[in-house]
Every structure is written in C-alpha cells, then in structure tokens.
C-alpha cells in the first residue's frame, strides 16, 4: 500500500514523504535505517516518473511523428517478402542497357575519321596534334632542360627563386632535395618528367582558367559544369587511359592528355570560386566608378581572385604528377615509365628511386607554388 501511494505521487513533500515511510519515524535516528529510507524514497521517485512517462505516451502521436519510419519498414519488409517469393535476388538480364557497343562504335568512328583531315589550308586530327606537342613543346623543353641548362644553373636558378618567393630556409632545403635526385641518377629522367608536367599544365590552364571564368559569370554554366566535374573527379585514374590510348595510340601525348583531364576539375572549381568570393565591396566600387565588364575582371575580380586561383593552379600540378605513373604505363617518358619498368621486372630498388624522384619535385613545386600563393595574397590585401 505504501509502495503504491509512494509511486503515484509525482510531487514528494515533506509530508508525503513522511506518509511512506516503511519504518517508524523513532528509528530514523538509527543510521542503517536512515540510508534504507533514503534508498527507497528514491527508489519511488524513480518509478513516479517512469510511470508518469508512460502514463504520457501515445500510441497514435508516436505513429504520426514516425510515419515515414513505419512505411519505410513495411515497404522494406514488403519487398523482402517478395523478393524471396518471386525469386528477385538478381537484377533482371532483360533490364540491363548495353553501352560498350555503342560506346565502342562512337570511339572508333573518332579514331578513324579524328586521326587526320584536311579543314581549309589547314591539317588537323589527333595524329597532327600529337606531331605538334612533341616537335614544337615536348622536344624543344627537353633540349632547354637537358642541352642548354647546365645541372648546377638549374639547381641555383630553382634556390634563387625559392628565396624571392619564401626565403633562404625554402631555397636551401629546395637544392639540396634536387641534388639528392641527380645523386638518384634520376636527372635526366626528372628532366624529361618536368617538361610533360609544364606542358599538361598549359593545356590544364588554358582549358581551365577561361571555363572557371564563364562558370563564375553565369550561374546555368556552373550547373552544366558541375557534373561534368563531379564525373572526371570520381572517376578512377586509369579509366582516363581507356579514351585517350584509342585517339592517340600510346607515347608521352595520351599520357599528357589523361593528365590534363584528371587535372581540370581543381583548376576551374577554385577559379570560379575566387571570383564569385571577390570583394562585394571592391566590386561595386569599380561599377560605381565606370568601369566595364572587362576592366572589373582583369583589374578587379583576378587579382582579388588570385590566391585562389594559384591554390588552383597547385592542385592541378599536384594531380599532373599523380598522373606520372599512370601515363608511364601507355609509353610517357620519364620517371614514370621507370617506375612502371622497375615494377614489371621486378626491381624493388629501380621503383623506389624513380618514386623518390617524383616525391621530391612534387613537393618543391608544392613549396615554390604555396609560398607564391601566400605572397599574392599579401599583395592583393595591400
């Protein structure tokens, strides 16, 4: 009786409490029976408002606050049921699309008729293309950097920049780290590396910088490109070889060229951002003062746009030679087709000084491009 009463009160006074005692209030001066009665009394509270919460529930309310969770899970069940029943545990042949012949049949028509053809005085096709890039970029870098620059001038000219850019700390650590790669006997090889590197990067830039501009003048460009980027980011690495191998057979051009691919979403997304987050203020004062759509880009918007852009402009160097590898195994030249050779035969070694030598100019150009990017943006704030 007192154990009920003691529940069923959800405000314990003094005197309610006093009321459910079990033993007499004369031997509350007993220690022993003071800590029972204190146990007890919370004991009841406990149970009141557990009761009080169940007292409270409602069935209905919780349905209709659940009712998405509930249909979910007959739906759920449902189609479990019938699943077994009806033997669904495959995916239908029947429903399946078939894309590999048409997709088949669209890359051999770019090859064969995409490979040479005359427009006007003009020979154009992916075989001219890569007759350009070899003889008029890749062969006249390689003969700069192998020929005409001396190994020592190189290292220096890289120190001295690193010092305009960041100070003597970058500068030293930047020839020493390209020292250790002659002492790899990777130099040449780097050499060759850098030259496909500067010139997936033109492509990148050229392609990237004017679409991150479009994409930051008008919002339906954005939502077009958006995807299109989402696509080319997710989309594993060596799936870029796949069309570039059937337009331009194998060498350093499809190397370069799935480089450039994987390496355009970072350069127009920071491009465009930079742009879009320009000074609202800077902006109208330059609206403010006359000036056209074209002097507010090129005076206004790109230099406040800048930091962003050279962050861009680093990613897309960092993902060009995370490419180096990948090309090296459809015939680009350099430390990549080294490190493909090292794994092919089997040389551990071979491998891992062609590794070492990507890592160390990754990371200088990283440095030299960081520290360019954090010198702009003090310039812009000024």
């Known amino acids: ?55 409270a529930f409602s069935r209905s309310d919780f349905v209709t606050r ?44 770019l090859r064969d008729n995409l490979f040479e053809f005359e427009a006007g005085p003009f020979l154009l096709g992916t075989r001219p293309f890569s007759n350009f890039v070899i003889l008029k970029l890749l062969d006249p870098l390689d003969a700069f950097f192998q020929e ?4 020592p001038a190189l290292i220096l000219g890289v120190a001295l920049l690193a ?43 050229v392609i990237a910088l004017p679409l991150g501009v479009w994409a930051a003048k008008s919002d339906v460009v ?32 499809p190397g370069i060229m799935a480089s450039v691919l994987y390496a355009l979403p970072p350069a127009i997304r920071l491009t465009n951002l930079g742009i879009r987050q320009a000074s609202p203020e ?4 330059a609206l403010a003062f006359g000036s056209t759509s074209r002097q507010l880009l090129f005076k ?39 490190a493909v050779n090292g794994l092919a035969r089997n040389q551990l070694g071979q491998g891992i000084e062609a590794g070492l030598a990507i890592v160390i100019l990754a990371v200088v150009i990283d440095r030299l491009l960081l520290a360019g990017a954090a010198r702009s943006s003090v310039k812009s704030e000024k």
Request: with cysteine; charged share 10%.
């Open 1 to 55: 009786d007192r154990l009920s009463e003691a529940i069923s009160v959800r405000n314990r006074t003094g005197a309610v409490v006093e009321n459910g005692r079990l033993f007499p209030k004369s031997w509350q001066t007993y220690q022993i029976i003071a800590r029972l009665e204190a146990g007890l009394d919370w004991l009841y509270q406990s149970c009141g408002k557990l009761l009080a919460r169940l007292a």
């Open 66 to 109: 659940h009712a998405y969770l509930f249909a979910s899970l007959i739906l759920l069940g449902t189609l479990l049921w019938l699943g077994r029943a009806l033997d669904w545990t495959t995916f239908p042949t029947a429903w399946q699309l078939n894309l590999q012949d048409p997709v088949d049949t669209a890359v051999l028509w």
């Open 148 to 151: 005409f620059l001396s190994w």
């Open 163 to 205: 010092y305009w850019v960041s100070g003597w700390r970058l500068a030293l650590g930047g020839a020493v780290v390209l020292f250790c790669v002659g002492l790899l006997g990777m130099w040449e090889l780097a050499l060759v590396t850098l030259s496909q590197t500067i010139v997936a990067v033109f492509f990148s830039l």
């Open 222 to 253: 954005t939502a077009v490109l958006r995807p299109i980027l989402d696509f080319l980011q997710t989309i594993p690495a060596f799936v870029y070889l796949v069309p570039v191998v059937m337009l331009f057979n194998v060498g350093r051009v």
């Open 282 to 285: 800077a902006v109208e004062a």
């Open 300 to 338: 206004v918007q790109l230099p406040l746009a800048l930091p962003s852009i050279m962050t861009g402009i680093n990613q897309t160097v960092m993902m060009v030679l995370a490419m180096v590898v990948v090309a090296g195994m459809v015939g680009g030249a350099g430390l990549g087709l080294e």
